[in-house]
């Protein structure tokens, strides 16, 4: 008597796999739709195995042969599959069947052809009767049914043929579990070959499939319930066999502006109900935007941070401004109407990031990036465009280190009282041999996020301390240097400087500090250290963008401050009425505690005699001089002292 009870165990179990596919939609992407084709595949094969088995005693004798003949013919036509289709599905984990597979016809036809042949054998078998025949309600094996055996260990040693050409793309755990498919086959196999009564080969598939439902689905790390996407790991590893299949892709990457003020306003619950409205808005806007059945995946990588991929061939043009559109409409619930500030940015992959290290890289910076809600294309935005938002501007400044191909601008500075220019402010100017010049508004404050500041820092006390001695001829009393807060917060800056000075040769008196004012009001304690401690030195500090920050003259007198310096953003309004007493008020205050001023950004006549006429010490601005090298600067002093 035939044993088909392993075959209802393996119902259930895949039964059970794809109801949870169904469920959590875990069918989106071609690795996951394949598999889940392949799971009903095995379902099919494994009633088409019981109905060819099972003793069907209710049934009258012609039903019973109908079905177990119907049954066998079905079972040996997807059984012919089953292997095929797992060394596609193999092949897309690895996400490099495209490149294996999809541009060789020789290869194509090797792999398909003994597919062909053993679907061949099993149409032919009517009147053939090679793989089997059932007589008198008894199955019977052919003598070429040793073939199909054959063809599909044709398709075991094609996969380890494979993963042998693309180690190392898959995880081992992961190629642990694709690959315990066959030892369990082929144990099942034999013993059944030797022991046809007892079908064992579909439970032994069954068991293979849960493994890789576990350890290669992963549903748990794959999808996020919360919001309804998938999720950051399965957007890195989909990206990756982007690279790995050579396949394009149209990726879009959605930052919710706002997505900090709704966590601090609604709570992370509600937070979260709102991602979900907008996931599912995207979804349903890209669903649209391309022919039925083509896969288009959303991914929620981050808090405010969503993704979007679409095979390029299918990505309209517009795509992006679509996005954008939806995300622009009111997100509506029982408690309130909320409007999201969102930016979306179209990137073709590998056209524009040409590695998965370059996506990384590109995506890290585009969180942390402060650019305009709207929607825009990459490959569409110029390279000073890029830099301005903050676009791969790292790559710029560590160029710039290597290359040592910053440099050092100068800004004669006039004094009211002397009648002479007596100082300068030093400026770092970054020009690339690609883009030109970036600006140090653009590039400072990525160095400051991402540490390079201390070295550019080092390169500008550096440079103007080996040049300050050039200036002495020509009565140039100190120079202004900008230092940036993070520098400050080094325990050994004060140290370091004290160092440079010996080593150069430099009087303490020739150098003048500046800080932001809202770097040190931020940072006041900090600061407040480091300043005492190098005042204590003999080196002086002025406060830089006065009128821009949150300072305030108490906080200013509770340091060693000498000059301060008022923002050109103040100077520009002077036309203003309101502005000019305010500004009038505010130089006779700082005058009246014994602080000196610049007045900076000063581009006429009028303006300087009006901030001169209010008593202001130093002038500095185009109305006077622009910032020049070291050569022209120095010409510059020849000139006028």
Known sequence: MTVYQYDVCS???????????????????????????????????TVCDMLSAAPLTALSPGVRNVLRVGGTYAYFILHATILP?????????????????????????????PYLINIVLVVSNPWTHAIFSIVDGEYHRGEYVILTYVI???????????????????????????????????????????????????????VAVMTMMIFVIRPEKMLNLAVGSKTMAAFWGDIKNSFLSEKKYNIYIIKVNSDSSVIQLYGINMHDVIMRELVARISARVRSLVPKG?????????????????????AVKDAAKQIYEVLNEKIHTDRFDLSLECVVCDIALPGDLPSYESVISFIDTFEKSNVAPGA?????????????????????????????????????????????????????????DEVGFISPADFIPAAEKSGAIYEIGDFVIDSVFGFIEKTRPYGVEYI????????????????EIKQKLTHFGVSNKSVNFELTESASSILEDVLKRTVTLLHAEGIEFSIDDYGTGYSNLHRIMSQPIKIIKIDRSLISELSNDKTRAVLADTIRMIKSIGIEIVAEGVETKETAQWLIDRGCDFIQGYYYAKPMPEDEYLDFLKKTS
């Open 11 to 45: 119902f259930l179990i895949l039964s059970l796999i794809l109801v949870s596919i169904v469920l959590r939609k875990l069918y989106s992407g071609s690795v996951h739709r394949i598999f889940m084709i392949f799971v009903i595949l095995l379902l099919g094969n």
């Open 85 to 113: 289709l797992y060394t596609i599905f193999i092949g897309l984990c690895a996400g490099t069947w495209y490149k294996f597979i999809g541009s060789h016809r020789y290869t194509k036809i090797l792999f398909s052809l």
């Open 152 to 206: 599909g260990f044709f398709y075991v040693v094609h996969t380890f043929f494979y993963l042998k050409r693309f180690r190392g793309v898959l995880d081992k755990t992961s190629l642990t579990a694709l690959i315990s498919i066959y030892p369990y086959s082929i144990a099942a196999v034999i013993i059944q070959y030797f022991y046809p009564r007892h079908l064992l080969e579909m439970f032994a598939y069954s």
């Open 294 to 314: 083509v896969s288009c995946d959303t991914y929620y990588l981050n808090y405010g941070l969503i993704a979007v991929s679409i095979e390029s061939k299918y």
């Open 376 to 432: 825009f294309v990459y490959g569409e935005l110029t390279q000073q465009e890029k830099i301005k938002m903050n676009f791969d501007i790292d790559r710029y400044i560590r160029k710039a280190i290597n290359n040592k191909s910053f440099q050092m601008y100068y800004q004669p500075i006039y004094s009211v009282k002397d009648n002479r220019f007596v100082t300068a402010e030093a400026l770092i100017r970054l020009k690339d």
């Open 480 to 495: 202004e240097i900008n230092i940036s807060a993070m520098q400050c917060m080094n325990d050994s800056f004060v140290d």
